[in-house]
C-alpha cells in the first residue's frame, strides 16, 4: 500500500532546494565567472523558500505546517521515547524532524540572504 506524504510541488521544492544548494556552493567556491550566476541561485533559492513557507500556510494538507511542526513539549517528549528506545513510528516528519524543516528554512534563508543583501 502506497502512502502519499508529500505532494508533487513539495517534492519539486525539495529536489530544486537541493541542487541549487550545492550549485551555490559550488559557485561560490569557484568564483570567477560564475559569481553572476552564483547570485541568481541566490535569488532562486529565497524565492524557493518563500514558496514553501506560503505553501506550508495555503498548501495540501500533508504540506502544511500544521500537520509536521509540533509544540516542543512533543518534540522533547519524542526526543525521550527516542532515547529509550520506544519511539513510535510516524509517517512523514516527526516531532523533532518538523522543527528540523524550520529551523533549516531559516538557515539557508539566513545564509541566502546575507549573501545577496549583504554584497557591494
Known amino acids: ?12 521544492f525539495h529536489w530544486a532546494l537541493a541542487v541549487l544548494v ?5 559557485s561560490g567556491q569557484l568564483g570567477g565567472a560564475l ?15 518563500l514558496f514553501r513557507i506560503l505553501w506550508g500556510f495555503f498548501g495540501s494538507d500533508t504540506a502544511r505546517f ?3 511542526v509540533r509544540g516542543p ?7 525521550r521515547e527516542t ?7 510516524v509517517v512523514g ?3 523533532l524532524g518538523g ?3 524550520v529551523a533549516m528554512i531559516v538557515l539557508v534563508a539566513t545564509q541566502a540572504g546575507s549573501g545577496l543583501f549583504g554584497r557591494r
Open 1 to 12: 500500500m502506497r502512502i502519499a506524504v508529500w505532494d508533487a510541488p513539495v517534492r519539486l
Open 22 to 26: 550545492v550549485f551555490s556552493y559550488a
Open 35 to 49: 559569481m553572476p550566476w552564483h547570485v541568481r541561485s541566490g535569488y532562486a533559492i529565497l524565492a524557493l523558500l
Open 66 to 68: 500544521s500537520s509536521f
Open 73 to 79: 513539549r512533543i518534540a522533547i517528549a519524542y526526543a
Open 83 to 89: 532515547l529509550a528506545g520506544r519511539h513510535r513510528p
Open 93 to 95: 516528519h516527526n516531532p
Open 99 to 101: 522543527w528540523m524543516v
